[in-house]
Every structure is written in structure tokens, then in C-alpha cells.
């Protein structure tokens, strides 16, 4: 089966942030041998004054396919890991949902999206959650974290929203490669401009300084945008600065 795994809020200003966490429980899950598990995705929630979060409020999002058999023990090992390793003054959330067991997709997704756009209480998570068939558990301070744990696996299910965890290093900055160069070479699905023209194989992309991707379409995506090379006079494909990755 495959099951979703979101945690948020977990950290504090001096300590590893959600992301490196998660990737902690993935090793250990790959580790015991439970499963196989998929990259990170962030989803950005929704930034206001009466929220609290440490940096940019977002949750860490990941999948797991593995045997139904031991969905229990994946259950217990996530909730040990969070007490364990969640920093002093966070409000750890944990969400974790089978896919076949969510009976509901659609208004999971739809709750992700709010999360983005408004201010939500953990009462609304906690009834959404259990009206969908799906776990969520605090694990400390306020608990606010399952807000966004809850949103981040209604934001990964929709499968068109949220950052790739790490940077890509596919060659230095300001190389050029071709795009089936970039597809043999990592784990890049496609590559696609930000008005969604996907670039054909023999189409050449320079590389920038940090080189991100995105979660659309269900698929690991690299986006690029056009710019003028002021030597050639002629359009080049770039990938993508942090500031037009923002929205995703």
C-alpha cells in the first residue's frame, strides 16, 4: 500500500528544521527495511500574524509504499520519533494516511488548499480528520502542528502543489544541458516552463546557482523561464530563481 506521511511544526529557531527530520525518518524507515519511500515535499501554508511558526510556516510531506501489514508498526515508529526528536517549545503535528483508506479525497484536498489562504483551528483538523479516515496526533505545546500536517497531506494528495526538498547539482552554474542530459541524470520527470510548455528532449536549459523543483502533475518537475543572453541577443531557457518558486 502506499501511505502519506506529513509532519509540521516540530522545530524551534535553534534547532534542525521540519525537513531535516523528516528526512531522519525516512532513512530510518528505509533502514529497517518497512518500505520504500519517495522525496520530501514543502507545502507552504499560509503566512499571517496570528499564526504561529518559526520561519515559513511549512509542512514536510512524504510517501511511503510498503506492506499493509505493518502499517501499525510505521504508525508507532512515526509517533515515537516525534517525541523523541521534536525541539523544546514546538507544537509537533503527525499525519498519516493510507491511501486507500481516505474516505475522502477530494475534501482533503480542498482543506489543503484553505490552509493556504486562511486561518484554520485545530478542531476543524482533528473533525476533518476523523470524518476522513485518516490519523492525526499532536505531540507537544499547543499542538498546532496537526493544522498543517493534516494540510500538507490534502496538499500532497492533489498532486500539484509543493517544493522539492534539496537542491538538485546536476552541473556547475551557468552549464548548459540539454533536457534529455537533465532527465538521464537525476530524477527530473519533465521539464516544463512556467506557462507550462514542456520542453522537448533536445532543448537546452542553463543552470542557475540553486537548482530547485517542484511537485506537478503528480511528477517531479523542473521549471525553467526564458531570458535574453545579452551575447547572443537570442531567448535561453533558465531554471527557475527562489523568487518564482515562491508560490509553489
Not at 527530520?21 to 499571517?48: D, P, V
Not at 488548499?113 to 485518516?134: D, F, S
Request: glycine fraction near 10%; include cysteine.
Amino acid at each position: 500500500m502506499k501511505t502519506l506521511v506529513c509532519i509540521d511544526d516540530t522545530d524551534n529557531l535553534e534547532t534542525r528544521g521540519t525537513g531535516a527530520l523528516a528526512s531522519m525518518m525516512i532513512e530510518q524507515i528505509e533502514k529497517n527495511g518497512w518500505g520504500r519511500c519517495s522525496y520530501i515535499t514543502r507545502h507552504q501554508l499560509y503566512f499571517h500574524p496570528d499564526i504561529p511558526y518559526t520561519s515559513h510556516n511549512s509542512a514536510m510531506c512524504f510517501e511511503i509504499s510498503h506492506d499493509r501489514k505493518i502499517f501499525h508498526e510505521l504508525k508507532k515508529f512515526a509517533v515515537d520519533f516525534l517525541e523523541k526528536e521534536a525541539a523544546e517549545g514546538s507544537d509537533p503535528g503527525l499525519c498519516i494516511a493510507g491511501h486507500s483508506d481516505i474516505k475522502d479525497a477530494k475534501r482533503l484536498m480542498e482543506y489543503g488548499i484553505r490552509a493556504k489562504k486562511e486561518i484554520l483551528k485545530k478542531e476543524i483538523a482533528y473533525k476533518t480528520a476523523e470524518e476522513l479516515g485518516v490519523y492525526l496526533s499532536e505531540h507537544g505545546g499547543t499542538g498546532g502542528g496537526v493544522i498543517g500536517a493534516l494540510a500538507g497531506v490534502g496538499l500532497r494528495l492533489s498532486g500539484n502543489d509543493g517544493r522539492i526538498k534539496g537542491k538538485m547539482y546536476l552541473s556547475m552554474p551557468g552549464s548548459v544541458l540539454t533536457v534529455d542530459q537533465i532527465i538521464e541524470n537525476s530524477d527530473i520527470d519533465k521539464v516544463q516552463s512556467l506557462e507550462g510548455i514542456i520542453l522537448e528532449s533536445h532543448e537546452k536549459v542553463r543552470m542557475g546557482e540553486k537548482v530547485k523543483a517542484v511537485y506537478l502533475d503528480y511528477s517531479k518537475v523542473l521549471l525553467v523561464y526564458p531570458l535574453l543572453n545579452e551575447k547572443t541577443k537570442l531567448q535561453e531557457w533558465n531554471t527557475c530563481i527562489k523568487e518564482q518558486l515562491k508560490k509553489y
